[in-house]
Structure formats: structure tokens, C-alpha cells
């Protein structure tokens, strides 16, 4: 197995190319319309990927607002490249042992599948080569690209797709691998070191959806399939893995049927509506109340092969199901699924019958109201059974939750290509690199290594706040005058917590944090009453304030007094305990003492106070 990786990093501050600031909004001011067509390259060629884009015939719908340009409606000429974001691209370049070119010559690279006002993506090669060490392995670069981000798709119905245009031109750096990568698990771990080395230059976004990973797979017989778009880096070796069983499964049928003789689909689709009149559950009944067709396709000598083979739940029916899907369709029904409650044996009689099916044939069925559609979903059905004679087509495939794969489109070509005539080139200044190498950040190894050494920290917790992109505000927390272990458990845990409880990522000013711990160092509450804390701050929205958030949680203080004295009541009102149990009287009235007083002082000062009311309200029992 062999995989590459390409890793996005949307940067900050500012658009690609324009001055437009970078903030998603849900504030619409207005709309536009596009209907987009396919155009040839800098060869000459029509990008298949393009074509099947534009076959679908959508509108397109753009909703405009504050963070948006005449630039970003394809309305205006673009500036040049940010310079910081340039920069930025330049310091990782630098950072990957890659050489950066001379001069760098913006591209656009046509795609029209709408996430573009202008049908094309602006590109440029920033450095190539270069490469990535992990556990001692080198795994090479291919190259550093600077490119606009898409806008963002926000509803789809019938025909229609609406973007929205915030998210269109951010800057947006893709560092691509060469496919030196040998398992899924390898592939996370180069994109968590990429990541890192990211985030070590302080200037990149983050927050969900600001970095994707695109993974390129092949096992040997098989062919270079991309998984495009994966936001969870835990997710990639199941990607990785479940991809190449997909693949082990269409070399299989491949075997299985150029050892029975089977042939590519041919002829014409038949017409199965009158066959089917009757059924009234399913997408064919549900068709034929709205006065749709059912056609048919003969796959001869398929039987048997559609469904999952032994020692595998990936199919040949769902990779043609998926052809049908990607033109507009929910789906389809196949024979190897049949009889089923909506088509019994007595129905599968006249249908084969109507379709020349023999024994060892198969047959796929769609319906629907609209006859073009149909007949275009059948043609992709039947490209995708004749390919699958040849074993493992290349193709662009969207990552699923559950980290399975589902088909997108075919694999793009080098004819999307062709030169930006409205930015000249922009040549690179050795001055420029020197500055940049003379301020270089410090690599994810060598800082692990030092906040270990320099705040005692647990190697492990420093590694998670370097991979995280947190070092930085840790040692920003520490040069205040926190202490280094409340910072990194706050960083690392309390934080981490509150941003995945709900839908909306929860993001706390440097300023709050340093209150928030100056207040539980003052001694106001405990560090277990944190997350409770944090909780209040994420609900005030947009402007929390840290004294409120205490006030709401609960926490009003607590002196030592007069924890003292709740300790003392506690025992007076368990005596016959004490003297029954004497030290093991201690656990029952801890738990007793800690959810009274949790949050408000240190589980270890609630310890010593209830061990002192023991000692003191019970001299004769022992202590823990």
C-alpha cells in the first residue's frame, strides 16, 4: 500500500486577493445567480472532473456580506498574493527543507462545481521538494502551493446550490507528499507533525474546518484514489484501511469476472414502468404514484458479484449506487438484493424476461420523474460495471463519518490549468528568505523537548500542547505569573472540554483565561470547579465576563474558616458513624464534604479539613 497526504491550513488575517477581512458570517446582504460552464485548459484538454461537474446543469446561489468583495463576486480584478500570507507559505517551505522557486506564477485551475463565483480556484507553486521527518523516517515533499479556499456550501435542493461567499478566498496553504506512506496509522502521524509545524507560526486559523487533509491511496493492481476533504485527524488510518479493503474487493471482482467471461454493458436501457405497475413501496412505488419511469440495465455475467464477498462488507452495488447518487439520484436497486417486499419472485419472472437476463446476469434498476436523468445515471452505472472489469478505476471520493468513502467525481487532470492573466509573477527576494530564515519558529521536537525541561511538565502533556498550537499561550500564561501545571491542565483539559460540549466552538481571549486562573490561585475556587466555570463563559456568547461566570456557577468563596466549620458540622451530625467506623468513617463523609463544598477549594484542602474535624470531634479514632 502506498499513501500520500495533502494537508490545507486555511492562514490568517486577511483574503488571498483582495483586502477583505477573514470572518464567516451569518449576515446576508444579498444574492447572486451563476450557471457555470466547462472550459479547456492551457493544453487544450476538457479536465474530466470539470466536465462531470458541469453535466449536472445546477444554478448556483451566492449569498454575499460584510467579508466580501466585488473581487470575491468575479466582478473585479484580483490584487496580488497577501504578503503575509506569502510569508507564511515561505516559512514552511523553509521549516520543510524545500526549495522555493524563483519566481512564482499564479494559475487558475478550473472547477465548476459552483464553490467558485469565477469557475476556477486561484494557485501558486510556492517551493518542491523538501521533506517531513517522523520516529526517524523521512517521508518526502512534493510541493508547498498557496491557493484561494472555497466558499461554503449551506443548502441544496432540487437544481439548485446556494454558497455562501465568506469563506471564498481565504488564504490557504497545501503542502502535498510524495506517496511514501505505508499505513493509515503512519499517514496520521505525518499530517499531527505537518499540523504542528503549522501551528508553530502563529499564524494560521483554527477551529473546525480550518484544516483539511486529502489522502491519496493505492494498493498494489490497484489505482491512485483520493479522499478529499478529511477534518478529523483520528479518522485517517480508517480511511486509509477501509480503502484499501474497498480496493482488495474490486481486484476480486475483477478476477471473478474475467474468469466467468463477463462483457461490458451494451444496448439501450429497457423500459420496466408498465412491467411495474403495482408496487407502491420504495422509490419505484413512490416514482410511479408521481407518474415516473423505471428502466433497467442488463450486466451480463455480474450475478452474485454486486453483493459483499466473503471477508468483506465493501460491494460492487454500492460503488454503482454511488454513480447514481453523484447525478442527481437516491440510489438504485440491483438484482443481488432482490426479491425483496417491494419486488417479489413473481415480479423478477417478467423482468427478466423483459431484460434478456440469464442465470448468470445481473441487472440494476433506477426510477424516477425525470427521463434524462435517469438515462444519464444508467450511462454512469454502465461506465462503472465496464470499468470495473479492468479492476480499480481513479477517482475523487468524499470521506464519511463512519470512516468509509463515498464517490464524488473523477480523478482531475493536469488540463485544469492555465495561467491568472491578471496578476503578473512575482519574483522571490533572497533578502526575503533571509529575513524569514533569521526568524524561523522552533520545531514541535526541539520545543517538546524544552517545555518539558523548563516547566517540568509531563512529556506527554507537552506534546499536546505543541501538536495542539498551545505552547505558545502556555508560556504567554506563565510569563503572567501562572503556575505552568494549572496552565497546562487548563489547556489541555478544562478547555479542550467545554469546546466539544455542544455545536459551538468556544474560544476564550488569552485575557479571560489569565483572569480566570489568577481567580483559582487566589484561592476563590478550586481548579475542579473549572469546568462549571467554563460552562457559564461559553453560555454569556460573545462577550463573557469572568467575575459573572464565577458569580453563576456558584462559587461565592470559601475561607479555610469556614470550611473548617462545615467540616466540623459534618461530623457532629455523623458521631454514631465515627464511633461505629472510626477512620473509615473518613471516604463516606468525604464524598459527603466534597459535593457540598466542590469547586470552592482544593479537593486536598477538603482532605486536611475533615481530617482535622475528626482528630478534633473524635480524639480517641484514627485518621487516614
Same mark, same amino acid.
Given at each position: 500500500m502506498k499513501v500520500g497526504l495533502e494537508i490545507h491550513q486555511q492562514l490568517a488575517p486577511r483574503k488571498l486577493h483582495c483586502r477583505c477581512p477573514v470572518e464567516l458570517t451569518e449576515t446576508v446582504q444579498g444574492t447572486v445567480e451563476r450557471r457555470l460552464r466547462v472550459a479547456s485548459g492551457e493544453e487544450m484538454g476538457i479536465d474530466p472532473a470539470a466536465e462531470f461537474q458541469a453535466a449536472r446543469e445546477s444554478v448556483y446561489r451566492y449569498e454575499w456580506g460584510p467579508s466580501n468583495?466585488?473581487? *470575491?463576486? *468575479?466582478?473585479e480584478p484580483p490584487t496580488e498574493l497577501d504578503p503575509d500570507a506569502l510569508d507564511v507559505a515561505l516559512t514552511m517551505a523553509l521549516l520543510l527543507h524545500a526549495r522555493p522557486v524563483d519566481e512564482i506564477e499564479v494559475m487558475r485551475k478550473i472547477v465548476v462545481d459552483g464553490s467558485n463565483t469565477s469557475g476556477f480556484q486561484r494557485t501558486s507553486l510556492i517551493a518542491v521538494g523538501g521533506y517531513v521527518e517522523v520516529e526517524g523516517r523521512?517521508?518526502?515533499?512534493?510541493?508547498?502551493?498557496?491557493?484561494? *479556499?472555497?466558499?461554503?456550501?449551506?443548502?441544496?435542493?432540487?437544481?439548485?446550490?446556494?454558497?455562501?461567499? *465568506?469563506?471564498?478566498?481565504?488564504?490557504?496553504i497545501e503542502i502535498s507528499t510524495q506517496p511514501e506512506m505505508e499505513s493509515g496509522e503512519e499517514a496520521r502521524r505525518v499530517a499531527e507533525e505537518i499540523g504542528a509545524l503549522l501551528r508553530a507560526t502563529e499564524r494560521v486559523r483554527r477551529g473546525i474546518g480550518t484544516i483539511r487533509e486529502d489522502l491519496n491511496v493505492s494498493i498494489e493492481g490497484?489505482?491512485?484514489?483520493?479522499?478529499?476533504?478529511?477534518?478529523?485527524?483520528r479518522l485517517l488510518p480508517e480511511y486509509v484501511e477501509r480503502e484499501a479493503a474497498r480496493q482488495k474487493m474490486l481486484l476480486a471482482v475483477r478476477e471473478s469476472l474475467r474468469g466467468r467471461g463477463a462483457t461490458a454493458p451494451r444496448g439501450p436501457p429497457a423500459d420496466l414502468t408498465d412491467t411495474l405497475q403495482g408496487v407502491a413501496t420504495g422509490p419505484i412505488g413512490q416514482a410511479l404514484r408521481r407518474h415516473g419511469q423505471v428502466l433497467g440495465l442488463r450486466l451480463p455475467g455480474y450475478a452474485g458479484l454486486l453483493r459483499s464477498l466473503p471477508g468483506t462488507t465493501e460491494r460492487l452495488g454500492r460503488e454503482l449506487a454511488d454513480q447514481a447518487r453523484a447525478c442527481g439520484l437516491n440510489g438504485l436497486l440491483h438484482s443481488d438484493e432482490l426479491p425483496n417486499p417491494e419486488i417479489g419472485e413473481d415480479r423478477l419472472r417478467p423482468l427478466r424476461e423483459q431484460l434478456g437476463v440469464g442465470g448468470a446476469d445481473a441487472f440494476v434498476l433506477v426510477a424516477g420523474t425525470d427521463r434524462r436523468l435517469l438515462l444519464r445515471a444508467l450511462e454512469a452505472v454502465a461506465r462503472r460495471a465496464t470499468a470495473a472489469l479492468e479492476g480499480v478505476p481513479g477517482e475523487t471520493r468524499d470521506p464519511l463519518p463512519d470512516g468509509r468513502s463515498r464517490y464524488s467525481r473523477p480523478i482531475p487532470g493536469r488540463f485544469r490549468m492555465y495561467p491568472e492573466t491578471d496578476i503578473p509573477p512575482i519574483r522571490i527576494d533572497p533578502g526575503r528568505l533571509e529575513r524569514l530564515r533569521s526568524t524561523l519558529p522552533e520545531r514541535p521536537a526541539d520545543r517538546r523537548a524544552r517545555l518539558t525541561r523548563q516547566y517540568g511538565l509531563p512529556a506527554e502533556i507537552a506534546g499536546q500542547l505543541v501538536v495542539s498550537g498551545q505552547a505558545g499561550l502556555l508560556e504567554t500564561l506563565v510569563a503572567q505569573g501562572r503556575s505552568a501545571a494549572l496552565v497546562a491542565r487548563f489547556l489541555t483539559q478544562d478547555l479542550p472540554a467545554a469546546t466539544a460540549a455542544g455545536d459551538a466552538a468556544f474560544d476564550l481571549s488569552a485575557e479571560r483565561m489569565d483572569e480566570l486562573l489568577r481567580a483559582c490561585e487566589a484561592g476563590e475556587f478550586a481548579k475542579e470547579g473549572l469546568p462549571k466555570i467554563l460552562a457559564a463563559l461559553k453560555a454569556q456568547g460573545a462577550s463573557p465576563d469572568v467575575r459573572q461566570a464565577i458569580a453563576e456557577a456558584g462559587f461565592t468563596g470559601l475561607s479555610m474558616e469556614e470550611l473548617s466549620r462545615l467540616a466540623e458540622a459534618l461530623v457532629d451530625r455523623n458521631a454514631d458513624l465515627v464511633r461505629q467506623r472510626g477512620a473509615g468513617a473518613f471516604s463516606p463523609l468525604m464524598g459527603d464534604l466534597m459535593r457540598e463544598v466542590r469547586g470552592r477549594r482544593d479537593g486536598r484542602e477538603i482532605a486536611e479539613a475533615l481530617r482535622k474535624a475528626l482528630r478534633d470531634r473524635a480524639p480517641g479514632a484514627p485518621t487516614p
Amino acid at each position: 500500500m502506498k499513501v500520500g497526504l495533502e494537508i490545507h491550513q486555511q492562514l490568517a488575517p486577511r483574503k488571498l486577493h483582495c483586502r477583505c477581512p477573514v470572518e464567516l458570517t451569518e449576515t446576508v446582504q444579498g444574492t447572486v445567480e451563476r450557471r457555470l460552464r466547462v472550459a479547456s485548459g492551457e493544453e487544450m484538454g476538457i479536465d474530466p472532473a470539470a466536465e462531470f461537474q458541469a453535466a449536472r446543469e445546477s444554478v448556483y446561489r451566492y449569498e454575499w456580506g460584510p467579508s466580501n468583495c466585488l473581487v *470575491d463576486l *468575479d466582478e473585479e480584478p484580483p490584487t496580488e498574493l497577501d504578503p503575509d500570507a506569502l510569508d507564511v507559505a515561505l516559512t514552511m517551505a523553509l521549516l520543510l527543507h524545500a526549495r522555493p522557486v524563483d519566481e512564482i506564477e499564479v494559475m487558475r485551475k478550473i472547477v465548476v462545481d459552483g464553490s467558485n463565483t469565477s469557475g476556477f480556484q486561484r494557485t501558486s507553486l510556492i517551493a518542491v521538494g523538501g521533506y517531513v521527518e517522523v520516529e526517524g523516517r523521512r517521508i518526502a515533499l512534493q510541493s508547498i502551493c498557496l491557493e484561494e *479556499d472555497a466558499a461554503r456550501k449551506v443548502a441544496e435542493t432540487e437544481g439548485i446550490v446556494t454558497y455562501r461567499l *465568506d469563506r471564498l478566498g481565504v488564504p490557504l496553504i497545501e503542502i502535498s507528499t510524495q506517496p511514501e506512506m505505508e499505513s493509515g496509522e503512519e499517514a496520521r502521524r505525518v499530517a499531527e507533525e505537518i499540523g504542528a509545524l503549522l501551528r508553530a507560526t502563529e499564524r494560521v486559523r483554527r477551529g473546525i474546518g480550518t484544516i483539511r487533509e486529502d489522502l491519496n491511496v493505492s494498493i498494489e493492481g490497484g489505482c491512485r484514489v483520493e479522499i478529499k476533504g478529511a477534518q478529523e485527524l483520528r479518522l485517517l488510518p480508517e480511511y486509509v484501511e477501509r480503502e484499501a479493503a474497498r480496493q482488495k474487493m474490486l481486484l476480486a471482482v475483477r478476477e471473478s469476472l474475467r474468469g466467468r467471461g463477463a462483457t461490458a454493458p451494451r444496448g439501450p436501457p429497457a423500459d420496466l414502468t408498465d412491467t411495474l405497475q403495482g408496487v407502491a413501496t420504495g422509490p419505484i412505488g413512490q416514482a410511479l404514484r408521481r407518474h415516473g419511469q423505471v428502466l433497467g440495465l442488463r450486466l451480463p455475467g455480474y450475478a452474485g458479484l454486486l453483493r459483499s464477498l466473503p471477508g468483506t462488507t465493501e460491494r460492487l452495488g454500492r460503488e454503482l449506487a454511488d454513480q447514481a447518487r453523484a447525478c442527481g439520484l437516491n440510489g438504485l436497486l440491483h438484482s443481488d438484493e432482490l426479491p425483496n417486499p417491494e419486488i417479489g419472485e413473481d415480479r423478477l419472472r417478467p423482468l427478466r424476461e423483459q431484460l434478456g437476463v440469464g442465470g448468470a446476469d445481473a441487472f440494476v434498476l433506477v426510477a424516477g420523474t425525470d427521463r434524462r436523468l435517469l438515462l444519464r445515471a444508467l450511462e454512469a452505472v454502465a461506465r462503472r460495471a465496464t470499468a470495473a472489469l479492468e479492476g480499480v478505476p481513479g477517482e475523487t471520493r468524499d470521506p464519511l463519518p463512519d470512516g468509509r468513502s463515498r464517490y464524488s467525481r473523477p480523478i482531475p487532470g493536469r488540463f485544469r490549468m492555465y495561467p491568472e492573466t491578471d496578476i503578473p509573477p512575482i519574483r522571490i527576494d533572497p533578502g526575503r528568505l533571509e529575513r524569514l530564515r533569521s526568524t524561523l519558529p522552533e520545531r514541535p521536537a526541539d520545543r517538546r523537548a524544552r517545555l518539558t525541561r523548563q516547566y517540568g511538565l509531563p512529556a506527554e502533556i507537552a506534546g499536546q500542547l505543541v501538536v495542539s498550537g498551545q505552547a505558545g499561550l502556555l508560556e504567554t500564561l506563565v510569563a503572567q505569573g501562572r503556575s505552568a501545571a494549572l496552565v497546562a491542565r487548563f489547556l489541555t483539559q478544562d478547555l479542550p472540554a467545554a469546546t466539544a460540549a455542544g455545536d459551538a466552538a468556544f474560544d476564550l481571549s488569552a485575557e479571560r483565561m489569565d483572569e480566570l486562573l489568577r481567580a483559582c490561585e487566589a484561592g476563590e475556587f478550586a481548579k475542579e470547579g473549572l469546568p462549571k466555570i467554563l460552562a457559564a463563559l461559553k453560555a454569556q456568547g460573545a462577550s463573557p465576563d469572568v467575575r459573572q461566570a464565577i458569580a453563576e456557577a456558584g462559587f461565592t468563596g470559601l475561607s479555610m474558616e469556614e470550611l473548617s466549620r462545615l467540616a466540623e458540622a459534618l461530623v457532629d451530625r455523623n458521631a454514631d458513624l465515627v464511633r461505629q467506623r472510626g477512620a473509615g468513617a473518613f471516604s463516606p463523609l468525604m464524598g459527603d464534604l466534597m459535593r457540598e463544598v466542590r469547586g470552592r477549594r482544593d479537593g486536598r484542602e477538603i482532605a486536611e479539613a475533615l481530617r482535622k474535624a475528626l482528630r478534633d470531634r473524635a480524639p480517641g479514632a484514627p485518621t487516614p
